[in-house]
């Protein structure tokens, strides 16, 4: 099994920046891809980032250009770099992680709000 913590979240004013972190624990040697996703309330949970195990990355394009995904295979963490933080970037961000079994396992979410 993997287990992921999830820390980083807060409350910022728009235009303020935030990172988020994951640490993976358990079965690390079986992680593939890594990611972040998001769910606002009422909306449908959005994918964010990915980063693959060698490093390359794909970001939706609400977050491009702002966001910045990035892991450290060493550590077991992936992390996620948001800048010019704007009041709709507020939900739950979840961290996931692929393993090469092809399982997926969730953290727990941590909230990123976003005040105007």
């Known amino acids: 099994q993997v287990q992921l913590v999830e820390s980083g979240g807060g409350l910022v004013q728009t235009g303020g920046s935030l990172r988020l972190s994951c640490a993976a624990s358990?079965?690390?040697?079986?992680?593939?891809?890594m990611g972040w996703s998001r769910q606002a309330p009422g909306n449908e949970r959005e994918l964010v980032a990915t980063?693959?195990?060698?490093?390359?990355?794909n970001y939706a394009d609400s977050v491009k250009g702002r966001f910045t995904i990035s892991r450290d295979n060493a550590k077991n963490t992936v992390y996620l770099q948001m800048n010019s933080l704007k009041p709709g970037d507020t939900a739950v961000y979840y961290c996931?992680?692929?393993?090469?079994?092809?399982?997926?396992?969730w953290g727990q979410g941590t909230q990123v709000t976003v005040s105007s």
């Open positions: 358990g079965s690390t040697f079986t992680l593939n891809a």
């Open positions: 980063v693959s195990r060698s490093g390359s990355t």
């Open positions: 996931n992680a692929n393993t090469i079994f092809s399982h997926v396992y």
